[in-house]
């Protein structure tokens, strides 16, 4: 995980669902995000505040090629 000096968390989600059934907010209705991307927001309590999910998100899960085992870099502006 790595963090901002906003207080966000960012990480590289392991295998697993990705509910591609999104609410109006376009997450995934069940908050499923499998192999993604992942930004979380520690305001008013730890919650998803942006994600990214590859296209062959399904393909990754099943050859296990997530990308759990990375780490996630952030950049400065």
Do not use: H
Not at 27 to 33: E, G, H, L, T, V
Not at 40 to 58: I, R, W
């Amino acid at each position: 995980m790595a963090a901002n000096g906003n207080g966000n968390i960012f990480l590289l989600d392991a295998n697993g669902d990705f509910d591609t059934d999104l609410n109006s907010a376009g997450f995934p209705r069940d908050a499923d995000f499998g192999n993604a991307f992942l930004k979380l927001s520690t305001k008013g309590g730890l919650a998803v505040a942006d994600y990214f999910e590859m296209e062959n998100e399904q393909q990754e899960n099943n050859s296990d090629t997530d990308l759990g085992s990375g780490g996630a870099l952030l950049l400065p502006l």
